[in-house]
């Protein structure tokens, strides 16, 4: 048997191998995803007048996308124009997703794009950052942010987290964004255990007029480009999997008081 597929390779990158099964991305059986319009499968509408409507589809975000690609459960916990800021001080809260019926396993979290974009709210940077008590950081990104990735690991401390960067643009004006944005989200994933970077700012497709004109309706995804982000965020998944596969073996305990004192994330964890 041919056991290529299911190793790593030497050499490999991140997104050269699109698995049509979505890989080992299935061993999560539950995946929250918290984001904005892109993660709430938001299409563009225009009116008679010309005027454009905001409108979340989410069964056609990429997220709900993924989770029918790998047989997971995957819970969408995004809304157009979403903040780390807004999401980390009511819009959680007001909609129950920090209730223990709403733990998952893993958590791919894609923000960055309105709060620094659209809110100017300044990115901040991990060095400020006080890990014992991040709830007065929240004049940052970076404390929004990380506050949201504590909270959640208080309870299901053995959860995997996917930090997602954003992918270039076409436009050379926002790059220096996204490259600062890229480079805090690697700097806080050093920090908290069983965290990992999706890191689209490297290893994406530049999203350039090309791209748009397949995947885009108007300044947000089309059918297809939902479909296309949710085949290399599980892609890349995998392969991170497949580049550790020991840090995952306990995969199947996230959310019990089960454990294997083997467990490789476990003496992570403990060492946090």
Not at 98 to 109: F, P, S, T
Not at 140 to 167: E, H, V, W
Not at 211 to 219: D, E, N, T
Request: hydrophobic content about 40%.
């Amino acid at each position: 048997m041919d056991m290529s597929g299911f190793l790593p390779a030497d050499g490999e990158k991140p997104l050269d191998r699109i698995p049509e099964d979505g890989g080992y991305c299935g061993i999560f059986r539950t995946i929250g995803v918290i984001g904005d319009s892109l993660a709430a499968g938001e299409f563009e509408s225009t009116d008679e007048f010309g005027g454009c409507g905001y409108n979340d589809f989410t069964e056609y975000s990429w997220g709900k996308y993924l989770g029918r690609l790998v047989g997971s459960e995957v819970r969408v916990f995004a809304r157009g124009g979403m903040t780390a800021k807004e999401y980390i001080e009511s819009y959680a809260a007001v909609n129950g997703f920090w209730g223990r019926d709403k733990l998952c396993q893993a958590y791919i979290i894609a923000l960055g794009v309105n709060d620094l974009f659209w809110k100017g709210l300044p990115l901040g940077a991990v060095g400020e950052l006080d890990f014992g008590n991040l709830n007065g950081c929240r004049e940052t990104f970076a404390g929004c942010y990380s506050a949201i990735i504590q909270r959640l690991k208080a309870m299901q401390p053995r959860a995997r987290f996917f930090l997602m960067t954003m992918p270039r643009s076409g436009d050379e004006s926002r790059n220096g964004v996204i490259v600062q944005h890229a480079g805090l989200i690697r700097a806080l994933a050093e920090k908290f255990s069983n965290t990992y970077v999706i890191d689209f700012e490297r290893y994406a497709p530049v999203y350039d007029e090309k791209f748009r004109r397949s995947f885009y309706l108007g300044g947000h995804m089309n059918p297809m480009g939902y479909i296309f982000t949710s085949r290399i965020t599980a892609a890349y998944i995998d392969f991170i999997i497949r580049s550790d596969m020991e840090a995952f073996a306990d995969v199947g305990f996230i959310g019990t008081e089960l454990t294997n004192a083997s467990a490789k994330s476990l003496r992570r964890t403990q060492n946090e």
